[in-house]
């Protein structure tokens, strides 16, 4: 007989909580390595199938100061996030190495990655390496992560700390990202945007916040 979620029967595995939570459910997830192998670019390997609600939201937290880390052993696919669900919330996890973008927020409205650490991903090819991506997501919050140490080859083309394309109305603020290629990159077709009180420093191979020309109404301010 499964267990029932309880602190003194948990769940064994995150892809359990994935399948079983509803709106308003929060999963403490305690001490430990959690890993997936499936999932791909887009789609996340812990992937929530029910979305939550403005009011009542799905939540995915790190038990107390437990160190619960995530991991693709490796892998190129993406390790957590949402695609096409609402109002998810990941708090708190560890990421130390990893392959392509290892959170990724696709297709998402509501939804927030707070409190994490990422370090030392990276890949052999220069697109799309980034710690955390939203992409198509609509007032999001990326907040009070400590992103570093990503990297593509060559160092100097891609390996981005946090990237948005295309998004409305997200929020990137809180966040420390060093050692990238870009700290902060909101690529083509983002709007209304708002960059603030992030702590982006060196080494950057290319800049620290990056904003291409086709954003519309980005504010960015209080960005050392």
């Not at 948005?164 to 990159?185: K, L, M, Q, R």
Request: charged share 15%; proline share 4%.
């Amino acid at each position: 007989m499964s267990n029932p979620g309880t602190e003194a029967l948990p769940w064994a595995t995150i892809g359990k909580a994935m399948t079983t939570l509803l709106a308003g459910d929060t999963c403490y997830v305690k001490v430990g390595t959690y890993v997936t192998t499936v999932g791909d670019f887009n789609t996340p390997g812990f992937n929530p199938t029910n979305s939550g609600t403005a009011a009542n939201p799905i939540a995915m937290r790190r038990f107390g100061s437990d160190v619960a880390r995530l991991s693709n052993n490796g892998g190129a696919n993406t390790i957590c996030g949402t695609q096409a669900k609402n109002y998810i919330i990941w708090d708190g996890f560890l990421i130390d190495g990893g392959s392509g973008g290892v959170v990724s927020m696709f297709g998402t409205t509501g939804s927030i990655v707070e409190n994490f650490t990422i370090r030392n991903v990276s890949h052999n090819t220069s697109d799309n390496i980034q710690g955390i991506r939203l992409e198509e997501a609509i007032s999001c919050i990326t907040r009070n992560n400590t992103v570093h140490d990503i990297s593509a080859v060559p160092i100097t083309e891609d390996g981005v700390g946090i990237r948005h394309y295309p998004t409305t109305s997200c929020i990137i603020e809180f966040n420390e990202v060093y050692a990238c290629a870009d700290g902060i990159y909101l690529k083509e077709g983002n709007h209304d945007d708002v960059i603030r009180y992030n702590y982006v420093r060196g080494p950057l191979y290319r800049t620290g916040i990056r904003i291409d020309g086709t954003n519309a109404n980005t504010q960015t301010f209080c960005g050392i």
